[in-house]
């Protein structure tokens, strides 16, 4: 019985600790099951608070702007405030960093989406492995976001268009210039303007990058001028220029010829050049011409000037047919002071003008009123030589040397001893004119026949002094031919027959006979 009782409370001993061991095991799995399970308790009440908050997880960043633990409405306030409300940006001129304008992110057309940007942020932990973002968001990992941007370009593009018209440096055209007698050129030069389309573009493709430093680059193109170069119309206007203006004048009482080409500086300032076409022509009036003639006629001298022009429009158009202008140098009228002991006759005689040219100057004037001290009114030389002067034969004749030549072209084609007026009935000194011909003249007065004679002067009107061959008198007999080379004329020049019919037929009308002592 006892060994009996001994034995069943050996049993129930072991029993009773098998017992204690069961629960301790029990309560060690339950612990370890608890801190097992209790992480994810926290994870999932960590979730279900920012669930039922709303509010974005630790760690959440918008670019560098930490927005963890807020709530949209926080985040969204956040984000509009420093990205839209505050945000200045620089344009900065690519030409030169020192010009530099300053606006707003919005006004250049950048705009942060305040809800999309929050949204994002909070979307984060909130996606398909919640669990994990919050594991990771509680270890203190960051995660960044960029904001939602958009780019309006319609409003950029007004800025930009404002900022060009100020910003626009015009090109300038090639010009061209006339100084100092001459015609030049002024290169054109480029001009630049803001390149609205490469700046838009900088703006677009570097949007993000903008806002986030606060500039953006303005970008330039050249403006090429429409005319670089005008070199070629200088061409033209040298071309137009080397025309020659010619004319030329021929003094019949000093055997002179002058010849003038108009000046270059001179065309030169007549060039016009159309500013359209940029046709180059000489444009000059005819008081331009005038001008010109007039420093012509100032070289010849003041008791001068130019006569037989044609007029200034004519003048012009014969320019333009490319021909040159003739024209004759004719002598002033002059005056002369009466010396003491002078008479009429001796003053015809030393200015080579017969007398009564000098009475009909000076009207009322005779032989019996001069007196010493007048002032007389002397007519011009050319008055002797009423025909176009023939300028390439000229006829000289030498009283003292009793010696006649003959020229042509400006040389000596003939010699011819001479006979001129006796001191009574002298001939006149002077410069005349071939006027007449006549085969074979009468003089009634003397009763004798002048074979081919030519009249170079009126001594009085109607009485006509000449050359002519030696005469023959209504009887038959021919005078004076054995005094050939001495003076023996009433006044007329004498030669020998044969030399006077060879005059006769080269002299023609308007040929000059210069006669001097």
């Keep these: 019985m006892q060994k009996y009782t001994s034995l069943s409370q050996q049993e129930a001993s072991s029993r009773k600790n098998k017992h204690r061991q069961t629960h301790r095991g029990t309560i060690w799995l339950s612990l370890g099951a608890f801190l097992i399970i209790l992480p994810l308790v926290l994870i999932c009440s960590v979730i279900v608070y920012f669930q039922v908050l709303r509010l974005n997880l630790p760690g959440v960043m918008v670019y560098g702007q930490d927005v963890g633990l807020k709530s949209q409405e ?25 010009t530099t304008f300053l606006f707003s992110s919005k006004d250049l057309g950048y705009w942060v989406d305040p809800a999309a940007t929050a949204k994002a942020a909070y979307d984060i932990g909130r996606g398909a492995d919640p ?35 100020g910003m626009t440096i015009p090109a300038k055209d090639a010009e061209l210039i006339y100084q100092n007698d001459s015609w030049g050129t002024i290169p054109g030069v480029s001009g630049q303007t803001l390149d609205i389309d490469a700046t838009l573009n900088f703006l677009r493709v570097n949007a993000f990058l ?35 203006f010619t004319a030329s004048a021929y003094d019949p009482i000093t055997d002179e010829h002058f010849s003038w080409v108009v000046p270059l500086e001179q065309k030169r300032s007549w060039v016009t050049v159309n500013p359209d076409t940029y046709e180059v022509q000489l444009s000059y009036k005819p008081k331009d011409v005038e001008s010109v003639f007039k420093a012509w006629e100032r070289e010849l001298g003041d008791e001068r000037f130019l006569s037989n022009i044609p007029n200034w429009n004519t003048i012009i158009t014969i320019w333009q047919e490319d021909q040159n202008i003739h024209a004759t140098v004719h002598h002033s009228p002059t005056t002369y002071l009466v010396d003491p002991g002078e008479s009429l006759w001796s003053i015809s005689l ?19 009123n001069l007196k010493t001290g007048m002032n007389l009114a002397i007519p011009s030389k050319n008055i002797l030589l009423p025909l176009p002067a023939v300028p390439n ?9 009793q ?8 040389k000596i084609i003939d010699t011819y001893p001479v006979s001129t007026g006796v001191s009574d009935s002298p001939t006149m000194a002077g410069t005349f004119q071939i006027q007449t011909h006549e085969i074979n003249a009468y003089a009634s007065n003397w009763d004798l026949y002048m074979p081919h004679f030519m009249g170079i002067y009126e001594a009085w009107p109607d009485f006509m002094n000449g050359i002519h061959g030696l005469p023959l008198l209504s009887n038959g007999h021919r005078l004076w031919a054995s005094t050939l080379g001495t003076p023996a004329s009433y006044g007329c020049i004498i030669l020998d027959l044969k030399a006077a019919e060879d005059l006769y037929n080269w002299a023609d009308a308007g040929v000059v006979v210069e006669i001097h002592n």
């Design 74 to 98: 926080e985040t969204i306030t956040l984000i509009d405030e420093l990205w839209n409300q505050d945000r200045q940006m620089m344009l900065v001129s690519s030409e030169n960093p020192n």
């Design 131 to 165: 669990l994990l973002d919050v594991k990771n968001a509680l270890r203190g990992e960051k995660r960044v976001i960029l904001p939602v941007l958009y780019f309006d370009e319609s409003a950029a593009i007004e800025i930009l268009e404002a900022l060009a018209k």
């Design 210 to 244: 903008n806002l986030t430093t606060q500039s953006a680059t303005l970008e330039y193109k050249s403006i090429s001028p429409e005319i670089s170069d005008l070199n070629s119309v200088l061409d033209d206007i040298d071309a137009v220029v080397s025309q020659e």
């Design 350 to 368: 030393k200015l080579g003008i017969p007398m009564w040219y000098i009475m009909d100057a000076n009207p009322g004037l005779t032989t019996d």
């Design 393 to 401: 034969k000229r006829i000289k004749i030498d009283i003292n040397e």
């Design 403 to 410: 010696q006649m030549q003959v020229f042509e072209n400006g």
